[in-house]
């Protein structure tokens, strides 16, 4: 791979990064606070608006578009091993995939559970209410892995010069 197109896909990797961390802060610098100050029902609804409007084709670049380039990254750092760099590449691609991962495997099936259930039952209550732990809890991991990778990619970046 090219040192230029090399460069571009970390760019975009470091900025795709860094908009998937700042939308993860955001829903836990404030946004599941508020919703959990609201009565369950109508916080149920509001995260199942927001669990639905976010599955557009703006999000999919982004959070996709990330993934996609972090493995072509991870694998160009590994055939150019020594190469400057290519281990902070390497990082930020593992990191990327961490919350990815985390994504994945525990945020999203906690919103499949909450769309099942009726904002105003008493059971939507009680699976609102561990929601918003769990699902918070996982956030704050993403959070991180993203900004750590953003980081990564930016001393790759510095690196390539």
Known sequence: MSGSLLTVLTFCSALGS??????FFAFSAFVMTALARIPAEQGIAAMQSINATILNPLFGIVFMGTALLSGVLAVSSLLNWGEPGSGWLLAGSLLFAAGFAVTMVFNVPLNNALEAVNPGSAAGADVWSSYVVKWTAWNHVRTAACLAALA??????????
């Not at 860094?18 to 939308?23: D, E, K, Q, R, S």
């Not at 930016?154 to 390539?160: E, M, N, T």
């Open 18 to 23: 860094g908009l998937n961390a700042g939308l």
């Open 152 to 161: 990564m990619f930016i001393q790759a970046l510095r690196l390539k010069g």
